[in-house]
């Protein structure tokens, strides 16, 4: 029953802004602030100040976009925190990181006051961008110096902070690559959030990957290039060698071998070569010189 002058509380939506409750503080606030900073707004529906702070924090909050959390929490409903932090006067706001209440003020404070406290209380946990961009780093110097199981753990570290990051989604489907557990590597990538599924460098794993999978009934490589020596117009057999020899990380004797096939039959097998082809090339990033030269010479045979 809302009582005459008094403001019904509004429903919180946000992603980042939520109505706490005694049950809920542990989870909502203490162990949230392990990850990132949470600020804790004291208030009641009688509270005149309450009524100009609120919305200004709430506002505040919502433009740094996740690297701080709010939690409002109504005193009349939910008295116990509010008691054991010993707030005397509303608004009371707390701001807790790892743990404890590290910072606060009472009142209601001008829009840019507010704005300012966010901005430090957000800053506590340092740039987690940059962060996070720095760990990516790290775990890709350990896969390209050969150290996949641990870029694999680093990487898979990182989802967990930042669950729709495409280049740690990358990173982990290229390490369980580089460990030759395509099985895992290709459920990691049909798992990717839809959102980031269309990723250019996920899109590139997703079409090494079909390319991997066909090599697996192309043949070993020693035998296929024996065959073809044997008979260098088995067009098959040139592309199933094209085929393994990129699994096996030649790519650019891949190329040339289906370069060839596209010289020698064009039109063979439905454009088969030119098919390959165009995987391999979106296999590899745009801007490798296997690829740049490689679609310069498709070219020049297409319009010769």
Not at 102 to 119: C, I
Not at 159 to 172: F, I, R, S, T, V
Not at 205 to 228: D, N, Q, S
């Amino acid at each position: 029953m809302q009582i005459l002058g008094q403001t019904p509380a509004k429903t919180t939506t946000s992603a980042h802004i939520k109505d706490g409750t005694d049950q809920g503080f542990i989870a909502d606030v203490v162990e949230m602030s392990m990850t990132v900073p949470v600020i804790v707004d004291f208030w009641a529906v009688w509270c005149g100040p309450c009524k100009t702070l609120g919305p200004a924090l709430e506002a505040a909050v919502t433009k740094a976009d996740g690297r701080v959390k709010l939690v409002k929490i109504d005193v009349d409903k939910h008295p116990a925190y509010s008691g054991q932090l010993r707030v005397q006067s509303i608004p009371t706001v707390y701001a807790f990181w790892q743990g404890q209440p590290v910072d606060g003020f009472q009142g209601a404070l001008p829009p840019s006051e507010v704005n300012a406290f966010v901005e430090k209380v957000a800053a506590m946990a340092g740039a987690p961008d940059n962060g996070l961009a720095d760990a990516i780093a790290a775990a890709q110097e350990m896969l390209d110096e050969g150290a996949a199981a641990d870029a694999a753990e680093t990487f898979a570290a990182i989802l967990q902070e930042d669950p729709d990051n495409a280049a740690a989604y990358a990173g982990l489907i290229a390490a369980h690559l580089a460990l030759g557990d395509v099985d895992q590597a290709e459920a990691i990538l049909n798992g990717a959030p839809a959102a980031i599924s269309t990723d250019p460098a996920l899109e590139a794993l997703a079409a090494r990957i079909a390319l991997l999978r066909e090599a697996e009934t192309a043949g070993p490589v020693g035998e296929l290039e024996a065959k073809l020596a044997a008979d260098p117009a088995d067009h098959q057999t040139r592309l199933d060698l094209a085929t393994a020899l990129h699994a096996a990380g030649r790519s650019q004797e891949a190329v040339d071998h289906l370069l060839d096939l596209f010289r020698r039959d064009r039109d063979w097998n439905e454009g088969a070569a030119k098919t390959q082809l165009f995987k391999v090339f979106d296999a590899l990033p745009p801007k490798d010189p296997i690829v740049l030269t490689g679609r310069r010479k498709l070219s020049s045979l297409i319009f010769a």
